[in-house]
């Protein structure tokens, strides 16, 4: 499993950025995609994560401003994020989970949102 990742940038806070992930490869096998971010000095974190099936979990920092989606061939996953803030500042990485292939990382794209 291949992850590409796009959409990162600078943005005021209050603004808004749409991250995208397109998975290649073995796609068949993901069971759950999702986001996680890192801020330096900080361990990596959950952002969001969307199964197969359509469900969706959130880091609470993120509930009501973020949206995690999929398209209808389970092969792209967007992260809608709204009403950023500076705390949101982070490099973003994609993830997807197998069963039996284990998880696969994309590169982290940068999301940086100024005060």
């Known amino acids: 499993v291949q992850l590409q990742a796009f959409g990162g940038g600078l943005v005021q806070a209050g603004g808004s950025l749409r991250l995208s992930c397109a998975a290649s490869?073995?796609?068949?096998?993901?069971?759950?995609m999702g986001w996680y971010r890192q801020a330096p000095g900080k361990q990596r974190e959950l952002v969001a994560s969307i199964t197969r099936g359509g469900y969706t979990n959130y880091a609470d920092s993120v509930k009501g401003r973020f949206t995690i989606s999929q398209d209808s061939a389970k092969s792209t996953v967007y992260l809608q994020m709204n009403s950023l803030k500076p705390e949101d500042t982070a490099l973003y990485f994609c993830n997807a989970q197998t069963v039996l292939l284990g998880q696969y990382w994309g590169r982290g794209t940068q999301v940086t949102v100024s005060s």
């Open positions: 490869g073995s796609i068949f096998a993901i069971d759950v």
